[in-house]
């Protein structure tokens, strides 16, 4: 059965860093893209980052460009997120997913499989 789950939310005060991570089951994560998404109360669930699946090209959010890093631990069958430098308006529930082509997507419909979700909030 192929599952995601995230981990390493959590509180975190602004100019901080934290660290996500996106564990793969059931699958091998590296012949699939997969996308780091985010959502707000309120707001619309919204692409930040995602991970080619093959050779790995990464793909970033004008808002995260320069903050966050994703990358991948094949051995692990993870991948993660690092996030640099947050502001309050990072503050979302964090969401990986996984689509079974190569190519990455900003859509969330165009992703088969999701995780659960971890909280991230940016306050001091």
């Known amino acids: 059965q192929l599952q995601l789950v995230e981990s390493g939310g959590g509180l975190v005060q602004p100019g901080g860093s934290l660290r996500l991570s996106c564990a793969a089951s059931?699958?091998?994560?590296?012949?699939?893209?997969i996308g780091w998404f985010r959502q707000a109360p309120g707001k619309e669930r919204e692409w930040v980052s995602c991970f080619r699946a093959g050779y790995g090209a990464t793909y970033y959010a004008d808002s995260v460009k320069g903050r966050f890093t994703i990358s991948r631990d094949n051995a692990k069958n993870t991948v993660y997120l690092q996030m640099n430098s947050p502001n309050p308006e990072d503050t979302a529930v964090y969401y990986c997913?996984?689509?079974?082509?190569?190519?990455?997507?900003?859509?969330?419909?165009?992703?088969?499989?999701w995780g659960q979700g971890t909280q991230v909030t940016v306050s001091s």
């Open positions: 059931g699958f091998t994560s590296d012949g699939y893209a």
């Open positions: 997913a996984a689509r079974p082509y190569l190519y990455c997507s900003v859509r969330t419909y165009e992703y088969d499989y």
